[in-house]
């Protein structure tokens, strides 16, 4: 699981010809020095990247190793970080489980139809009914087609706003795997959300509502913070943020299937991500 406690962006002490000072991102978990110096050394060798491009077309690849997010809880197990907490760059918090496997599974929206959007518009659009909601059959035969190949194999599905959430509960994965990415390719997982689990080696699950479905707006500026004030503004925004979010959930649990014993790893991720996930109201964000 790739994570830094420490994130700072600095300008190049170089600039470039055109006159326009290249950024980069540091970051460490030694210390907000160490990060900064890192910061500034990635932003002069970025320059001498860009100097070289025309030479050689491969040159520029500075791929960050992990997401400048910022990091308000780390869960452990036996000494051993297994998951931590962040929060995103549009607020929402999202749990990183470095080895327990979730897979977001979008489905296409539904065609409203001229008055199924006037119904939206004027806010009579239909509610999600109460109670378990019915599984989509393509899905649900994936599933079983999973617990027939492999006995061992379990599986807990959640409703979402836009689809279906399904962790993995009897085995742990590496993020990094060919087995990894075959499952959430056989789950239907998004090609995006593969290539960031791929990228930040872990699996990402949001914890909490998407601001603009619970109408809120975005930040008022990002992490890491430049000045103090930036850090207050953010802070406010979190408190109203956090405030609105209390009327909604971020899935339903749908159910469980095949193999009914769950991972030590797997359970411990699993209360905190239903503690924040699964509240009492039917209205999903």
């Not at 929060?87 to 080895?99: D, K, M, T």
Request: glycine content about 6%.
């Amino acid at each position: 699981m790739r994570y830094y406690r420490y994130w700072a962006k600095a300008n190049s002490t170089r600039l470039r010809p055109n006159n326009y000072p290249v950024r980069a991102w540091g970051y460490s978990n030694e210390s907000q020095a160490d990060a900064e110096h890192l910061a500034l050394q990635r932003a002069d060798m970025k320059i001498s990247e860009l100097q070289q491009r025309s030479a050689d077309p491969e040159a520029y690849g500075y791929g960050l190793e992990a997401l400048p997010e910022q990091l308000i809880e780390e869960l452990s197990l036996n000494d051993q970080v297994i998951a931590i907490i962040t929060r995103n760059n549009y607020g929402s918090l999202v749990l990183n489980a470095g080895n327990v496997l979730f897979a977001d599974i979008d489905l296409p929206e539904p065609t409203l139809g001229f008055w199924g959007s006037m119904k939206t518009m004027f806010g009579n659009a239909p509610k999600e009914p109460v109670g378990t909601p019915a599984i989509n059959p393509t899905l649900l035969e994936k599933i079983q087609n999973l617990c027939s190949d492999n006995p061992d194999f379990g599986l807990r599905l959640y409703k979402t706003k836009a689809g279906y959430r399904a962790a993995i509960t009897h085995t742990l994965f590496d993020p990094d795997s060919k087995e990894a990415n075959q499952l959430l390719e056989r789950l239907g997982s998004d090609k995006l959300y593969v290539k960031l689990c791929e990228r930040q080696s872990c699996f990402r699950a949001r914890l909490t509502p998407k601001p603009w479905r619970i109408q809120m707006s975005s930040p008022p500026t990002r992490f890491p913070f430049q000045t103090p004030n930036h850090q207050q503004w953010f802070e406010e925004w979190v408190a109203k943020y956090e405030k609105a979010s209390k009327d909604y959930s971020i899935c339903t649990p749908v159910g469980e299937f095949g193999n009914p014993r769950i991972a030590d790893n797997v359970e411990l991720v699993l209360k905190v991500h239903d503690l924040y996930c699964c509240g009492g109201s039917t209205q999903l964000a």
